[in-house]
């Protein structure tokens, strides 16, 4: 089945400093999603891409879609302590546009 | 968030017991989904459902079965619990979001089960 790699795992930041996270397929993806989860909570939806090449931010939150559409990534500026949680992407199911796969995760620490 | 709610919240059980956990929304939504989520796996989906009494096998669908007699409900259910099947388990429906009306999944709170 689709399946989507999602690095790194855990990152540590200082609060303040810049955040990345990346989403990598071996296949073309229709579209991308992008969820967050605070420690304790469920996932929030973000965001999705769908354009070859396509950018959109939300406030320090920048997203993209690579030109082949087969990576993302997940950009925060100036992290805070608010941006803390596990950031997910998720694909659709090959041949079912209802059904997600996600990525496994990248879980951030914002140290004070 | 859409009004998903899950019971129960908490659940420690035995061995080859039988247990149910249940999704209710408040959406109307036709698509529900049971996941799992445990540390370095992400969100398995375990089974999903399409409309009342049509479901389907998810990716991790073995020693589970669902069922979904009313479009608000959708049940889970162990049928012999394992140690295995310790995990946090979340429920979603699928709506839609923001002005272009992107098939979103809204999640509830989350079971967490521990099999003893």
């Known amino acids: 089945g689709q399946q989507v790699m999602q690095i790194p795992q855990y990152q540590h930041v200082q609060e303040g400093e810049d955040f990345t996270t990346y989403c990598n397929s071996s296949?073309?993806?229709?579209?991308i999603q992008w969820y967050k989860q605070r420690p304790g909570g469920h996932p929030v939806f973000l965001i999705q891409?769908?354009?070859?090449?396509e950018v959109k931010k939300q406030k320090r939150l920048t997203f993209q879609f690579g030109e082949a559409k087969k990576n993302s990534s997940l950009h925060i500026t100036a992290t805070q302590t608010t941006d803390v949680g596990t950031y997910f992407c998720?694909?659709?199911?090959?041949?079912?546009?209802?059904?997600?796969?996600f990525g496994s995760g990248t879980q951030l620490t914002v140290l004070p | 968030d859409a009004g998903i709610t899950q019971s129960p919240r908490h659940k420690v059980t035995e061995t080859g017991t039988p247990v149910t956990l249940r999704c209710h929304q408040t959406?109307?939504?036709?698509?529900m989904y049971w996941y799992r989520q445990d540390p370095g796996h992400g969100l398995r989906l375990i089974h999903y459902s399409y409309g009342v009494k049509d479901t389907d096998k998810g990716e991790v669908s073995d020693g589970y079965s669902v069922s979904r007699s009313k479009t608000e409900d959708f049940l889970l259910t162990l049928e012999s619990a394992t140690s295995s099947q310790t995990s946090v388990y979340f429920c979603a429906s699928l709506g839609t979001s923001g002005t272009g009306g992107t098939d979103t999944q809204y999640f509830g709170p989350g079971t967490r089960l521990t099999v003893l």
């Open positions: 891409l769908v354009k070859s090449g």
């Open positions: 296949t073309t993806l229709s579209n």
């Open positions: 959406e109307n939504h036709r698509y």
């Open positions: 998720a694909v659709p199911i090959s041949g079912s546009a209802r059904q997600l796969t």
